[in-house]
């Protein structure tokens, strides 16, 4: 059974650093996504199973870096330069196909989510 773990967020000011840290057991085509209060989810980052090509989001381009430990089996969301509009709770994904997708609809597995407040 593909299991996700979230861990990382937190309430910062704004233009500070958080790293989120995603586990999973096994090796996936993976993706962050956040929602914040009252909008639908949104793809922040994606990171594709095999070559770990990455894709961003034009609102975290940039700032966001995402990146794979392939011995841990850990999926990382660097975040830099936070803004307010960056609040939500973020979730990783993973799809078992060698590429990466920007549609939520496509994602098997999901984690419980982490709350990221970024204040002014």
């Known amino acids: 059974q593909v299991q996700l773990a979230e861990s990382g967020g937190g309430s910062v000011q704004a233009g500070s650093s958080l790293r989120l840290t995603c586990e999973v057991n096994?090796?996936?085509?993976m993706a962050w996504f956040r929602q914040a209060p009252g909008k639908e989810r949104t793809v922040v980052a994606t990171?594709?199973?095999?070559?770990?090509?990455?894709w961003y989001a034009a609102a975290v381009k940039g700032r966001f870096t995402i990146s794979r430990d392939k011995i841990a089996d850990t999926v990382y969301l660097q975040m830099n330069g936070l803004k307010s509009e960056d609040t939500a709770v973020y979730y990783c994904?993973?799809?078992?196909?060698?590429?990466?997708?920007?549609?939520?609809?496509?994602?098997?597995?999901w984690g419980q989510g982490t709350q990221v407040t970024v204040s002014s």
């Open positions: 990171i594709n199973r095999d070559l770990d090509t990455t």
């Open positions: 994904a993973a799809r078992n196909l060698a590429v990466a997708n920007v549609n939520a609809n496509l994602y098997d597995y």
């Open positions: 096994g090796r996936y085509s």
